[in-house]
């Protein structure tokens, strides 16, 4: 499976921005996600759409503002009120399903190339 990923950019904040990344290859089994690293961070966790239960699950940071969905093999990530420490680059990941530890990045298989999204003051 490859991914790509699409749709960053420069927003100011309490603006909105729209990732997609498209998954080449059957991947209705897989585990979607959305991992970001910002500069000077750690990789971490921001929302996925776990196989088989299809239930959302979103990094506290993130929850009530971005939304993740899913259409056969894309994936979105709908960003809404951002803010300045959204600024990150924004990798998807899939892992063929279950995924027990769906907080976990090294627990996935395949990455996308990573969009970079900026937020300004």
């Known amino acids: 499976v490859q991914l790509q990923a699409s749709g960053g950019g420069l927003v100011q904040a309490g603006g909105s921005l729209r990732l997609s990344c498209a998954a080449s290859g059957p991947a209705t089994r897989y585990t979607m996600a959305w991992f970001r690293r910002a500069p000077g961070k750690e990789r971490e966790f921001v929302a996925a759409?776990?196989?088989?239960?299809?239930r959302d699950m979103y990094a506290d940071s993130v929850k009530g503002r971005f939304t993740i969905s899913r259409d056969k093999n894309t994936i979105y990530l709908q960003m809404d009120k951002l803010k300045l420490e959204d600024t990150a680059v924004y990798y998807c990941a899939a892992d063929p399903g279950p995924t027990p530890r769906i907080r976990l990045g090294r627990d996935y298989n395949y990455w996308g190339q990573g969009t970079q999204v900026t937020v300004s003051s």
């Open positions: 759409i776990p196989w088989p239960s299809g």
